[in-house]
């Protein structure tokens, strides 16, 4: 079952929520959520999506939904990640404006209408940084080695790439295709698409209930999404250029090895026998050509773009579209 896209309402308020069994805090986080656009936000909708929650968690969504149809649900058959339910909450968001939260209410609702002020006045997105985040040393100190890494790797500073409170223009954020772990890389794929990037310090709580389903466990997916944006800063959309670059490299190699190596036969210098630039030379060629071909796979990869894959999700029941 596919989700239903929508058209931008230019007034609307989107929110985005990943479930993940929450049953204990979900149903609080929401109220106070609602409260919070109800006194400052005249037309909105909040899109929870059960990322295959095990737990009640979509019995008090449906209830949720049941007794007010801006609280709209959809549920996954299966736990796709966090990455897969904040992309499904984007592709049927109605919105302009789109904003994503966490469900365990360690994000803050009340700093929702500044980072949507912060749009209205012209940046594209907007990313939270728990500057005083409330977690535990060994969840604050891996975060921030990676957020160093990410920063260091791709040049978008942002203090901290694993802030769930984020705030986006609908044409800019729905033009980003969201994969593996990728929602921590949308300001680098933002940045990407020529968009502009914020950040705002939020006020971040601690856990009252439950524990964190997002956990470390994701580290390698994320080091390896890390590479996947690197490279798409680097070759945008012409992987060629960026693999082009060492196959003329090898190929300059192989030239300046090969040429040294044929003098030295030529001129019958004892050199020849001993000196390893043959050997660096076909090595060389191999290396470029094998560049090469890497580019064109590259090139037709981008040019299928996910047209014949579609969302790496699958729904299982949609509730007040």
């Not at 897969?84 to 919105?95: D, E, K, L, R, T």
């Not at 891996?142 to 044409?171: M, Q």
Request: positive net charge; glycine residues 8%; contains cysteine.
């Amino acid at each position: 079952m596919n989700t239903p896209g929508h058209q931008s309402s230019p007034n609307r308020l989107s929110i985005v929520m990943p479930v993940y069994n929450e049953e204990e805090s979900v149903q609080s986080t929401i109220e106070e959520l609602t409260g919070v656009l109800s006194r400052n936000v005249i037309d909105w909708e909040l899109i929870a999506v059960d990322d295959g929650s095990t737990d009640r968690s979509l019995e008090i969504l449906s209830e949720l939904n049941s007794g007010d149809a801006r609280i709209k649900v959809v549920s996954f058959r299966s736990n796709f990640g966090q990455t897969a339910a904040m992309a499904a909450g984007i592709n049927v968001a109605g919105g302009s404006t789109i904003v994503t939260i966490d469900a365990d209410g360690q994000n803050d609702p009340a700093e929702i209408p500044r980072l949507v002020q912060a749009i209205a006045n012209g940046a594209d997105f907007v990313t939270g940084w728990r500057k005083s985040r409330q977690d535990s040393v060994s969840r604050r100190l891996p975060s921030r080695i990676a957020n160093w890494l990410i920063a260091k790797t791709t040049g978008v500073h942002i203090h901290d790439y694993g802030c769930s409170l984020k705030a986006f223009r609908s044409e800019v954020i729905k033009d980003v295709i969201l994969i593996g772990e990728m929602h921590r890389m949308i300001p680098i794929l933002v940045k990407r698409n020529g968009g502009s990037v914020q950040e705002l310090v939020v006020n971040h709580r601690p856990r009252t209930a439950g524990t964190s389903k997002y956990g470390l466990s994701r580290t390698p997916r994320v080091l390896a999404d890390l590479l996947v944006a690197r490279f798409l800063l680097a070759s945008t959309s012409k992987p060629m250029h960026l693999f082009g670059k060492f196959s003329l490299a090898g190929l300059l190699v192989a030239a300046v090895s090969g040429g040294t190596a044929l003098y030295y036969k030529l001129a019958d210098s004892k050199d020849f026998i001993q000196t390893p630039l043959p050997l660096i030379s076909v090595f060389s060629l191999m290396f470029a050509s094998l560049a090469f071909l890497l580019g064109l796979l590259a090139e037709l990869l981008v040019r299928i773009h996910f047209q014949q894959v579609g969302p790496p999700y699958k729904v299982r029941l949609t509730l007040g579209f």
